[in-house]
Every structure is written in structure tokens, then in C-alpha cells.
Antibody, heavy 120, light 107 residues
Framework: EVQLVESGGALVRPGRSLRLSCSTSGFKFDDYAVSWFRHAPEKGLEWLGFIRKKAFGGTTEYAASVKGRFNISRDDSKSIAYLQMTSLKTEDTAVYYC???????????WGQGTLVTVSS | DIQMTQSPSSLSASVGDRVTITCQASQDINKYLNWFQQKPGKAPKLLIYDASNSDPGVPSRFSASGSGTDFTFTINSLQPDDFATYYCQQYENLPYTFGRGTKLEIK
């Protein structure tokens, strides 16, 4: 069974950093990209970025709203992807989700999400 | 960035009704459009990809069509489990962008 589990969400002060993890199982992790999304309170869904699989260079793409502040990485030996968030702002408060692949075709597995609250 | 204009933003309907949601892209996105369903406290669920293809296991009452800039999503014979928020998302160009969502409520 394919599973993705996000962790690391917390209450943090503006300007601080936080790293989220996306632990996976049930599939060959290094065959897939990993995408990150978020859902802010009373707002819609937002695509944050993805990391390609190593065979495609393991390169990353980001939304403008997080580029330069967020960094996506992966550890294929552990089947985990990370979202490193720096210079956090109150508007980064959201539930953060990881997903297998790019979610640009058939079957898109998501984790259950982890809540990040940025507040003083 | 490609802007996705989704309407209506909210919709009230009854069990058994047929509802339609539209999504308009600010430029041609070919067929590269997803439709997601999201319930409170849950992850989004992909219902439709490539504008009109149903994900495996999605009930046949959900359908969608369109290409280029104009897309529609239809639910035939609403069931109680269908009351949720629906989002369109384009993946023709980076950054992938979502519509603002349609909240479907029980009348």
C-alpha cells in the first residue's frame, strides 16, 4: 500500500525555520518525483514545488511565493523527502502536504498533511 | 503565471441534483487540467486528470470536459458524500496553479 506521512509541523515565530519530512512506503521511492502543496486557512490550495527523481537530475522547481526561502530535498536511501522552510512569515501558516510524483496524470497519492502555524 | 478562474465560488444543491463547475485558464493549457475534491481536514483527492479522464475508482457520476482555456466539471445525481470543495489545477506550465475552489453545500 502506498503511504506518505508528513511530519514536523509546529508553531513557530515569524522569521524562524522549520523542516518538514515526508516519509514514504509501499513504492520504489527513487522512481518518483515528490511534490509539496499547502492549504492555508480560508484559502485555496497552493502548489509549492517538486523535486525530480535522481535519474532526472534530482532538480527542483518552486512557486514564486516560496522560492529562495523553501528548499526541497530527498534522501532516497531513507525514502524521505524534506521541505526546509526558512524566514517563515505569518502567511505561511497552512497545512502542508506532500504527494507522490507531479500529480499530473493518473493516480496522485497524498499524505494526510501537517500543520504549520507561524505566529508571534 | 497562468490564472485559473473557477466559478461559482460556492454552490447550494440538493441530493439528486446535477451541478456544473467551470474553470477558465488565462491562456491555452491544452488538456492539462486536474479536478480535485477536498473535504475538511482531509487531503485533496484527484478525481479527473487530463481534463476528462477519471482516476480509477472515481464514481461515474463525476465527469469533466474541455480543452484549451474552457473546462467544465459535472456531478450527476449528487450524493451526500459529494458535499465538499472542488478545485481545478493546471499543469501545462510551471508554476502549477489552482482555481480558488467551489464549495458545494447542501441546500
Amino acid at each position: 500500500e502506498v503511504q506518505l506521512v508528513e511530519s514536523g509541523g509546529a508553531l513557530v515565530r515569524p522569521g524562524r525555520s522549520l523542516r518538514l519530512s515526508c516519509s514514504t512506503s509501499g513504492f520504489k521511492f527513487d522512481d518518483y518525483a515528490v511534490s509539496w502543496f499547502r492549504h492555508a486557512p480560508e484559502k485555496g490550495l497552493e502548489w509549492l514545488g517538486f523535486i525530480r527523481k535522481k535519474a532526472f537530475g534530482g532538480t527542483t522547481e518552486y512557486a514564486a511565493s516560496v522560492k529562495g526561502r523553501f528548499n526541497i530535498s530527498r534522501d532516497d536511501s531513507k525514502s524521505i523527502a524534506y521541505l526546509q522552510m526558512t524566514s517563515l512569515k505569518t502567511e505561511d501558516t497552512a497545512v502542508y502536504y506532500c504527494a507522490r510524483g507531479y500529480c499530473t496524470g493518473v493516480v496522485c497519492y497524498w499524505g494526510q498533511g501537517t500543520l504549520v502555524t507561524v505566529s508571534s | 503565471d497562468i490564472q485559473m478562474t473557477q466559478s461559482p465560488s460556492s454552490l447550494s444543491a440538493s441530493v439528486g441534483d446535477r451541478v456544473t463547475i467551470t474553470c477558465q485558464a488565462s491562456q491555452d493549457i491544452n488538456k492539462y487540467l486536474n479536478w480535485f475534491q477536498q473535504k475538511p481536514g482531509k487531503a485533496p483527492k484527484l478525481l479527473i486528470y487530463d481534463a476528462s479522464n477519471s482516476d480509477p475508482g472515481v464514481p461515474s457520476r463525476f465527469s469533466a470536459s474541455g480543452s484549451g482555456t474552457d473546462f467544465t466539471f459535472t456531478i450527476n445525481s449528487l450524493q451526500p458524500d459529494d458535499f465538499a470543495t472542488y478545485y481545478c489545477q493546471q499543469y501545462e506550465n510551471l508554476p502549477y496553479t489552482f482555481g480558488r475552489g467551489t464549495k458545494l453545500e447542501i441546500k
